[in-house]
């Protein structure tokens, strides 16, 4: 089959390389210059697919990465997995809406058209469904086929794979559930199927919001224990002892990525402005989570002044880790960025490492792509914030070198010096 996949990105890129395994044509569709320019170099910015992999991809004829929309044309299935973000703290489906668009333009009888991207409940009829119906003027469900199929791609997990990961499936009819599962069969090694759009829409939303709000409560629970002097990590260690009614999370310096600061903002806002209801412990996580890098910034100002009788504004602080998560190089709504950016705007003179971020991604923070491992000597800072615990970072050497620690993470070793969140 001839399939095309709208966008390529850590959705995208290995949804379409496990199509092109499974023995399809793909075209991947990425209006992005520079990354479709990387893509015919077979050169991946996705971690989770080796350039290898994508010049395997090149080289086998069955993948191409195209810009125009021609190209497009007489797909079997298209796949539509386009960021769904926040726009002034609103939910934007503009990409939905483009990529719905232009598939309108090239969508033929009998062809199937699945969203991936993450939504409020009733997005996939509500606004999928009818871009697609008046651009052809054909019913959904009988000339062509409609499905949601919420993506669960986990940047840089070695163990859940989107081939191994339980996908769920749910189509606008019975037909439409049909076709993607045949789909999702070829490609995945194990379906869920919902018995309706809007139930696959809710349940991947809640499985974010879930995450989000126990991180809140992980996240209030540090501070209310650093009030009472109590040391949160130890506090949770001895929690997680119990072998039942218990999962264990833990606090950071906010929440970052693709979907836990967006997600959730997607079920509060529609169930408010629709329904006119308010979903009161999500919107309680929300505010918890967004002060969350303010927090880690009035913490290292407090010991700064405590403990070295410095003022933020001038102090010389390292920060370690912009990512949003250890070992990737994603800076999708990073609470580390925000943490920076605060300590900025209070003058402070901060020098970011992350060996993972390509200079041309972080010129905006002017960051420092340098390794610990090279000649900068934390000693030279006044102040260390560990926010991203990449395995690059010899902890073991920023804490023998460093004057002080703060440890949002909770992974350094024990000392005086060494502050955990």
């Not at 991809?57 to 190209?71: I, T």
């Not at 919420?150 to 191994?164: A, C, L």
């Not at 045949?182 to 939303?205: M, P």
Request: glycine share 8%.
């Amino acid at each position: 089959m001839k399939i095309a996949v709208m966008g390529q990105g850590y959705v995208g890129l290995p949804l379409a390389m496990a199509a092109i395994e499974a023995g399809h044509h793909v075209v991947g569709f990425e209006p992005d210059q520079r990354r479709w320019q990387q893509l015919n170099w077979g050169t991946s910015y996705v971690e989770d697919v080796p350039s290898a992999t994508l010049r395997a991809a090149l080289e086998s004829g069955r993948y191409e990465a195209a810009r125009l929309e021609d190209w497009l044309a007489d797909f079997d299935v298209a796949v539509i997995t386009v960021p769904t973000p926040l726009k002034d703290r609103q939910p934007d489906l503009s990409y939905v809406r483009v990529a719905a668009k232009t598939v309108a333009a090239h969508l033929k009888p009998g062809a199937t058209v699945i969203l991936e991207s993450t939504t409020h409940p009733g997005a996939t009829r509500d606004v999928l469904v009818p871009i697609l119906q008046d651009a052809t003027g054909w019913t959904a469900g009988e000339d062509f086929y409609v499905a949601f199929s919420p993506e669960r791609i986990d940047p840089g997990n070695p163990s859940w794979k989107f081939t191994n990961t339980p996908k769920i499936v749910s189509g606008l009819t019975a037909k439409c559930l049909e076709r993607a599962q045949q789909f999702y069969a070829g490609i995945t090694q194990n379906i869920v199927c919902a018995s309706s759009l809007e139930e696959a829409e809710l349940a991947k939303v809640f499985e974010n919001t879930f995450r989000h709000v126990n991180i809140a409560l992980v996240n209030e629970l540090g501070r209310l224990a650093h009030v009472l002097g109590v040391d949160v990590w130890r506090t949770l260690n001895l929690a997680d002892s119990k072998p039942f009614g218990f999962t264990k999370f833990l606090p950071g310096p906010g929440v970052g990525g693709h979907c836990l600061p967006v997600d959730p903002v997607y079920l509060t806002h529609h169930v408010r402005t629709q329904y006119g209801e308010a979903y009161r412990l999500v919107e309680l996580a929300q505010d918890i989570n967004e002060g969350q890098p303010a927090y880690v910034v009035q913490r290292l100002q407090d010991s700064l002044n405590t403990r070295l009788h410095l003022g933020v504004h001038g102090a010389r602080i390292l920060a370690l880790g912009q990512a949003y998560k250890p070992d990737t190089a994603d800076m999708r709504e990073s609470p580390a960025v925000t943490v920076v950016e605060l300590l900025r705007a209070k003058g402070a003179l901060v020098t970011v490492v992350d060996p993972y971020i390509e200079k041309e991604d972080a010129d905006s923070l002017q960051r420092i792509p340098l390794d610990v491992h090279g000649g900068l000597n934390c000693g030279d800072f006044d102040a260390v914030a560990l926010l991203t615990p990449h395995q690059q970072f010899d902890l073991q050497r920023v804490a023998d070198q460093a004057n002080y620690v703060l440890d949002t993470r909770g992974v350094m070793p024990v000392a005086p010096h060494i502050e955990r969140l």
